[in-house]
T-cell receptor, first 112, second 109 residues
């Protein structure tokens, strides 16, 4: 099974709200990633976790806060977002860093 | 950093036609993947192919790592093949995928 699940599928939030995106995989992968994809653009890396430790933070604003509570779960906490943060947020996992990455279906976020 | 260029940017085909999508990259890589992004946004793994040739049904891919390019072949295209095809390569540290801008394929019946 090469499935990565993400919830919710869609999210609409105001600029003062706090919300969280959730990503889960049960493939025993030890690297997990958050990517952001704007309309008609390719995905861009936000964060990388390896063995539940934050490995890469691609200069992402602090209004995005990642969390990896265990090896199967990855969260992205959102606070005080801006309308330009509206995008498709994709989670991915791989057996290890440098391995083949598998993507979840994404959360389509709209900030009003 | 690594640059990834895909061509053509757009491709329009009749059902049953064959096509070749190209991905050029600017440095040696240890990871290269091809994805199909469907209209709902899901990135579907097509091939993990840092080198060599692979085939899966009507799709096949070849990566010539020494010449820094990869090709994706789609034969007997179907309307369900429509969508965006991305090539992505691992960065130098191997910690992230760098995506090309994609090829948008439209197959009409």
């Amino acid at each position: 099974d090469t499935e990565v699940t993400q919830t919710p599928k869609h999210l609409v939030m105001g600029m003062t709200n706090k919300k969280s995106l959730k990503c889960e995989q049960h493939m025993g992968h030890r690297a997990m990633y958050w990517y952001k994809q704007k309309a008609k653009k390719p995905p861009e890396l936000m964060f990388v976790y390896s063995y539940e430790k934050l490995s890469i933070n691609e200069s992402v604003p602090s209004r995005f806060s990642p969390e990896c509570p265990n090896s199967s779960l990855l969260n992205l906490h959102l606070h005080a977002l801006q309308p330009e943060d509206s995008a498709l947020y994709l989670c991915a996992s791989s057996l290890r860093l440098r391995g083949e990455q598998y993507f979840g279906p994404g959360t389509r976020l709209t900030v009003t | 950093g690594i640059q990834v260029e895909q061509s053509p940017p757009d491709l329009i085909l009749q059902e049953g036609a064959n096509s070749t999508l190209r991905c050029n990259f600017s440095d040696s890589v240890n990871n290269l993947q091809w994805f199909h992004q469907n209209p709902w946004g899901q990135l579907i793994n097509l091939f993990y192919i840092p080198s060599g040739t692979k085939q899966n049904g009507r799709l096949s891919a070849t990566t010539v790592a020494t010449e820094r390019y990869s090709l994706l072949y789609i034969s007997s295209s179907q309307t369900t093949d429509s969508g965006v095809y991305f090539c992505a390569v691992g960065n130098q540290a191997g910690t992230a995928l760098i995506f090309g801008k994609g090829t948008t394929l439209s197959v009409s019946s």
